[in-house]
């Protein structure tokens, strides 16, 4: 049983910052990458940032300078932290990781439930 959970969505103004988490619980042996990605109404779901075991780091255009991802690979958990958030941000932002349950496992990959993440005045 693996869950992901993913607190830490709501409402900021434009100009503000929030921090989401993505926690991954279960039975599982290691976790290799970890993403952010995000999709508002009516629009394709896109890759936010990304980062590995061991910590090197990818971001879309759109969040480079103002988004950081980290991860925390003791507590299994991923964190994006926003700042200078634009209304464009607004969106549904999606959790997910690549699990493997034991060594030498297939990784399978996982989602979380999103959580909104809102900008407006």
């Known amino acids: 049983q693996v869950y992901v959970v993913e607190p830490g969505g709501g409402l900021v103004q434009p100009g503000g910052s929030l921090r989401l988490s993505c926690a991954v619980s279960g039975s599982i042996f290691s976790i290799n990458l970890m993403a952010w990605y995000r999709q508002a109404p009516g629009k394709q779901r896109e890759l936010v940032a990304a980062?590995?075991?061991?910590?090197?780091?990818n971001y879309a255009d759109s969040v480079k300078g103002r988004f950081t991802i980290s991860r925390d690979n003791a507590k299994n958990t991923v964190y994006l932290q926003m700042n200078s958030l634009e209304p464009e941000d607004t969106a549904v932002y999606y959790c997910h990781t690549d699990v493997a349950y034991y060594d030498g496992s297939p990784y399978f990959r996982y989602w979380g439930q999103g959580t909104q993440v809102t900008v407006s005045s």
């Open positions: 980062i590995t075991s061991g910590g090197s780091t």
